[in-house]
């Protein structure tokens, strides 16, 4: 029966061994030696492990799989590393269910790391060669050389290199799949290409590669841990690993969305011949490094939850009604970024469209209503536009003005409903803005 106490979660993913979702090892500092096997790429293994021995010295840990398939590993989120760890040494591994995760194996080279019973009732009825990108055959027996065969093979000379290194994120290049970083060292004339794998990376990545410092608790390189095997002065063999590329996953990407949103929520926009984004717009006319474009595809809604992340945001409960209550799901929307960084909500009446222009931190909510004879919603958009561009020239209170004193248009009715109350501990006034908003919604 197996210590609760003693078991921990790992994940195999990138050529790594998670033993955290932060701490890793490269599988070269385990018994799972990539020499010879290889985890099916683009999927993340996760196994149940327990502890069965800890050598403080060497920082080696011994583990013991309980289950290959587990269906429960949340707790692997919260999993911290209590002592130091080198090295991971797994017992014996059942290899009915290791084969299914393999994408590549050399089965006899890996029989001293599996269970003897499996692996001499398999051995006996099943010869399994080597598949997957090296594409050669461990069936090939050495020992069916002649002396005479050997003996005219020219011997040749074969040194290896160990060497750790750090590089700038904005110095790699980022492709489906890896990273590919140049690098001189004293033992070569010309600089040496080194290749990262990670399914998990995307090319588009290299366009904002800028931004991954800032989820790394602001570092700017990454560490790399490269082996060479140089035969007759001819690179024969790179094995390469790094970290924090092993770690660029899902939870990372999503840190980097995040910190570019918010670095450009915070930023002066350039100046345009325009008053309302969407969020394709936003980003490619905000990008201060080139026309980059919305890289990670960030939609309308997750822009403006970005915008609104500040607890202390008084009118926060009248945006949140406005995107996820009213407006119009066919339509975008539309970002204003001056004066104040707002937003423009389409609410679909019976009669009419409705505007709804909600400024960040601001205390009333402009509503724009145009009679739906008198035309389609992209025209009222385009109305609306021009409305807040002169706004943006001459002010709020002075468009509140002339409105108030020139004629009104037959086709709009303008409203200006204020935030009474807003964020007051002694009075809710949302009840009443939603009311005074909902009755001229019509």
Known sequence: ?????????????????FLTPEVSLPLWDTNLNPDYMRFKPGQNFCWKTEIVDYDSVSKKVKLKVIDYYPLETEAFNSQKLKMPVAEV??????????EPQLSFYQYN???VILDNLEAESLSNKVKVPAVGALGVSSAFDKAEFSEAQESSIPVKKTRFFSERFTCFYTDATFLTGCVKVLQNFKWTDNPVTITLENSSILAEFDLVKSFFHKVHDGRKKFDVFAEFEVTDGEITEIKAFSPQIAAIGDQFIEGVKQARMHMFLKKSM??????????????SHHDEFGEKGNTFNTNEMELLLASIAESSLRNRRQIEYLAGGLHSPEQKIRFTLKPVFGFVFCI??????????????????YLWSFDKASGNIKEHYQRVEIIIAGIRETGRELYKQHFRLL??????????????NAGSDLKDGFPEWKHRLLERLV
Request: glycine fraction near 4%; proline fraction near 5%; aromatic fraction near 12%.
């Open 1 to 17: 029966m197996t210590d609760i106490t003693k078991q921990r979660f790992v994940r195999i993913s990138g050529g790594a061994l």
């Open 89 to 98: 040494e797994f017992e014996l591994l059942d290899w009915k269910k290791l």
């Open 109 to 111: 080279q890996m029989l």
């Open 270 to 283: 350039p100046s345009v011949d325009k008053s309302l984004f969407t969020a394709d717009e936003f980003f």
């Open 348 to 365: 679909n009446g019976q009669t009419m469209n409705h505007f709804c222009w909600e400024l960040l931190n601001s205390h009333a909510t």
């Open 407 to 420: 004629p009104p248009e037959p086709d709009m009715v303008f409203s200006v409903i204020n935030h009474t």
